[in-house]
């Protein structure tokens, strides 16, 4: 069956320092992936979405990377802030398919 | 210019009571997906509608049901509710890059 992981439930990491979130998936294909931030309470927001035929995307102080042949990608943020603070959640979508699967979040805590 | 908007924030209900949701999506959005998201999971896919019609449905079973309305907006309904149904649940409009609302969080005791 299909299975999507996060690397950990939790990241804590200190400000000015490089967070790296992994999304591991196994027995699919998608056309695309994109990475949402969650804060506690409130729904998912988009950040990036990148194509099966981009290997990286970068916008601003985040960089996400895409390799199908690992099935795996990474979002990267650069020079973390306590802001920076919340659940990150990473999703896989099809274009013929509206039923976007994702995975259960990484918890990440910038600490000043 | 208002985002996806969710009412009611919060709910309680008792098991095998019935529940109505309802969304409001974006402006100039067309498409509705409504997601169950339990606490510490990732949202899954309840079903999608657009033109008023569920266009497709994830793995939920037949007590799970919905509508649009030719203003776009949506509702969703829970019948026979059970203590497992207690979960926060989403609204996002548009395609494949959506615009979550702020949920509603249903709480069934």
């Known amino acids: 069956s299909q299975k999507i992981e996060q690397n950990s439930e939790a990241l804590n990491i200190q400000e000015g320092k490089t967070a790296t979130l992994t999304c591991n998936y196994t027995?699919?294909?998608?056309?695309?992936l994109q990475w949402y931030r969650q804060d506690p309470g409130r729904g998912p927001v988009f950040l990036l979405l990148?194509?099966?035929?981009?290997k990286e995307k970068r916008k601003e102080r985040l960089k996400v990377t895409f390799d199908t042949t690992l099935k795996q990608s990474l979002f990267h943020i650069t020079a973390s802030q306590p802001a920076d603070s919340a659940t990150y959640l990473c999703a896989l979508g099809h274009y013929n398919n509206n039923d976007m699967r994702f995975g259960a979040g990484t918890r990440l805590t910038v600490k000043p | 210019d208002a985002g996806v908007t969710q009412s009611p924030t919060h709910l309680i209900k008792t098991r095998g009571q019935q529940v109505t949701l309802r969304c409001s999506p974006k402006?100039?959005?067309?498409?509705v997906s409504w997601y169950q998201q339990a606490l510490g999971q990732g949202p899954q896919f309840i079903f999608q509608?657009?033109?008023?019609?569920?266009?497709q449905r994830g793995n939920f079973p037949d007590r799970f049901s919905g509508h649009q309305f030719p203003n776009y907006s949506s509702e969703l309904n829970v019948n026979a509710l059970l203590l497992g149904d207690s979960a926060l649940y989403l609204c996002a409009s548009s395609g494949h890059t959506q615009y979550f609302g702020p949920g509603t969080r249903l709480t069934v005791l």
């Open positions: 509608y657009y033109e008023e019609e569920e266009r």
């Open positions: 402006s100039g959005h067309d498409t």
């Open positions: 027995n699919y294909s998608p056309a695309y």
């Open positions: 990148i194509r099966e035929n981009e």
